[in-house]
C-alpha cells in the first residue's frame, strides 16, 4: 500500500530562523579551499513524515557545500534528543536556495529546527 502524499497544510513551513549574511564579522581566515563559512538555523512547524524542504539564502550557490542537522525542539525553541528519529537526506544547493528531504518518523506531528552550514 503507497502512502499517501502529505496536503499542503501538513507540510512544514518555517516559523523561525538566523541567517546571517554579514560579511564585517572579522572572523579568522579558514584556509585550504574553503573562502567561506556560513551557519544559521530554521525553526519549523509541526510535521511528520517525508516531505522535500527548501531554505532561500543569499549566500548558498550551485557549488556551495551545505550541512543540514535536525532536531525536535520544545515549545522554546530548544532542541532536544527524543524518541522520534529525524533524518534529512538528498541535500541538493541552488542559486540562493538548498532544497532537501526530511524524514520525521513519528506518528503525530512535531516541531523540528534544521541548522544549516554552507562552505563556499
Request: aromatic fraction near 8%; hydrophobic fraction near 45%; charged fraction near 10%.
Amino acid at each position: 500500500m503507497a502512502a499517501a502524499e502529505p496536503t499542503a497544510s501538513q507540510v512544514p513551513q518555517i516559523t523561525g530562523a538566523l541567517q546571517s549574511t554579514d560579511t564585517e564579522q572579522h572572523l579568522a581566515d579558514i584556509g585550504g579551499n574553503v573562502g567561506a563559512v556560513w551557519r544559521g538555523w530554521v525553526n519549523w512547524s509541526p510535521g511528520n513524515g517525508t516531505f522535500n524542504l527548501q531554505i532561500s539564502w543569499n549566500v548558498i550557490g550551485i557549488n556551495s557545500t551545505v550541512v543540514i542537522t535536525a532536531s525536535e525542539i520544545d515549545a522554546n525553541g530548544n532542541r532536544f534528543v527524543g524518541a522520534a528519529p529525524f533524518q534529512v537526506s538528498s541535500i541538493a544547493p541552488g542559486n540562493g536556495v538548498v532544497t532537501f528531504k526530511i524524514n520525521i518518523g513519528w506518528n503525530s506531528p512535531l516541531p523540528m529546527r534544521t541548522d544549516i552550514l554552507v562552505f563556499n
